[in-house]
């Protein structure tokens, strides 16, 4: 049974810092994964969707990349601002899963001090 | 706007009266869900569907019900909710597809007491 893992649980980083967010996942059979923001009060928005022959994604500040075989993703936010507060969730598409039925992290809870 | 849409944001209710939570999508897309997010075990699935008229369980289908009688509307019931079901609900859809993102409702608070 596919387990998404995110470490660390929380993270609290001044202002202006480079910073990685971890997430593995147990079954490498998978189609893709999805990198994600939640806000208080507010839904998940979809950040980066890295699919499984690729090796990385960006977008603006963010980099993601996956690392299949070794069961591992990395968000990397660049010069990090205090609008960049919020949880950060990783989840992976299985083979075999019906279409959508991402298996989610616990996410990491990212607090950018001004 | 291209949005999904839930409602009611939140909802207190007891224990054993039915309740509906709505949840309309204007993209056009075939792909609908339903998940729940409770603290220590995060998301999960509970209903989906595929399109019109198509659903499926999710990982924790208990004490739910859906229907999927149009493309842009996908309710969930609970006939006779517990304080068991007291969550965070999350409706979500996309176009067909296995790498397409999934874009997620603001949520819907449920208590039951």
């Known amino acids: 049974k596919q387990e998404v893992t995110q470490i660390p649980a929380a993270l609290s980083v001044p202002e202006g810092e480079n910073l990685v967010l971890n997430c593995s996942f147990t079954?490498?059979?998978?189609?893709?994964l999805q990198w994600f923001r939640q806000d208080p009060g507010k839904g998940l928005t979809s950040l980066l969707l890295?699919?499984?022959?690729?090796r990385e994604q960006t977008s603006g500040r963010l980099n993601a990349s996956l690392d299949k075989s070794s069961g591992r993703s990395t968000l990397y936010i660049a010069a990090s601002q205090p609008g960049d507060s919020a949880t950060y969730l990783c989840?992976?598409?299985?083979?075999?899963?019906?279409?959508?039925?991402?298996?989610f992290g616990k996410g990491t809870k990212l607090s950018v001090k001004p | 706007e291209a949005q999904v849409t839930q409602n009611p944001r939140y909802l207190i209710t007891v224990t054993g009266k039915k309740l509906t939570v709505t949840c309309s999508q204007n993209?056009?897309?075939?792909?609908m869900s339903w998940y729940r997010q409770d603290p220590g075990l995060g998301l999960r699935q509970i209903y989906y569907?595929?399109?019109?008229?198509?659903?499926d369980k999710g990982d924790v289908p208990e004490g739910y019900k859906v229907s999927r009688k149009e493309k842009r509307n996908f309710p969930l019931i609970l006939e006779s909710p517990s304080p068991n079901q007291t969550s965070l609900y999350f409706c979500?859809?996309?176009?067909?597809?296995?790498?397409?993102?999934?874009?997620f409702g603001n949520g819907t608070r449920l208590t039951v007491t």
């Open positions: 979500a859809s996309s176009t067909q597809g296995v790498n397409s993102p999934l874009h």
């Open positions: 079954d490498s059979a998978i189609y893709n």
């Open positions: 890295i699919q499984s022959s690729q």
């Open positions: 989840a992976v598409r299985n083979y075999g899963g019906s279409q959508g039925n991402l298996i």
């Open positions: 993209m056009n897309h075939e792909y």
């Open positions: 569907s595929m399109n019109v008229e198509v659903t």
